[in-house]
């Protein structure tokens, strides 16, 4: 299963904030829409980096309460790691793992064209595998699914 195929089902929207967001609206941000990451842009097409609940937990635990008045950009990665549409689940699941985040940005022709989290990976690789499962019974049985 390729990326795109992950991105017809779950859509192509991708939260973004800009850059002078404060840490305080990012909270805001985070909480409406139930995610745990977004990217930073300023335009919502270019990407400037990205800002997780993690990056949040580890500023507030250097610095304390202060960090949420400081832009999102003092506590974002810059050097995002993204995809492309053609990239298949396998690679994005080995992409999270080695780099130990859950959350890739997808490039679709230069801009930003979706967003898959670990969520996503997990539950389309589960269905995948399932239906391999199925298939290789099927196979080894003469039974048909
Ligand atoms: P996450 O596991 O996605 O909450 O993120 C863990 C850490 O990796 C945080 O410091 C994020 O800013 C960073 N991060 C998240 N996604 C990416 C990505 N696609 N590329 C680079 N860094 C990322």
Redesign the pocket.
């Known amino acids: 299963m390729r990326i795109s195929d992950v991105l017809r089902v779950k859509g192509d929207q991708v939260v973004t904030v800009p850059p002078d967001t404060d840490v305080a609206g990012l909270l805001s941000v985070l909480s409406e829409h139930k995610i ?2 977004v990217v930073v842009s300023a335009d919502g097409t270019e990407i400037a ?7 949040i937990v ?1 500023a507030l635990a250097a610095r304390g309460a202060a960090v949420l008045s400081e832009p999102v950009t003092r ?3 810059a ?4 995809v492309s549409p053609e990239a298949s689940l396998e690679e994005v699941e080995r ?2 793992t080695d ?7 997808v490039l679709v022709g230069g801009a930003l064209g979706g967003v898959v ?2 969520g996503d990976v997990v539950k389309n690789r589960i269905d995948e595998l399932e239906v391999e499962r199925r298939e290789l019974a099927g196979y080894i049985t003469g039974v048909r699914p």
Request: aromatic share 4%; glycine share 10%.
């Open positions: 745990g990451a980096g990205i800002v997780s609940e993690r990056d580890r506590i974002a990665t050097q995002v790691r993204t992409l999270m780099g130990r985040f859950r959350h890739v940005p989290s670990i």
